[in-house]
């Protein structure tokens, strides 16, 4: 690895982690996430978007 491919090979390693916390936070908000589509789901209700 030459030293012009280190910051470029970390900036990559920063960036796939920053997507996994933010996949994450997606996944788990309460009000939008996973929670909501099982209650969804157990309700019967269609999955619409309400905007």
Request: glycine share 6%; hydrophobic share 50%; proline share 10%.
């Amino acid at each position: 690895m030459t030293v012009a491919t280190r910051p470029t090979r970390r900036l990559e390693y920063v960036a796939a982690g920053l997507a996994d916390v933010v996949a994450i936070v997606h996944l788990f908000h309460p009000t939008l996430g996973a929670p909501a589509l099982v209650a969804y789901t157990a309700a019967g209700t269609p999955l619409i978007d309400p905007r």
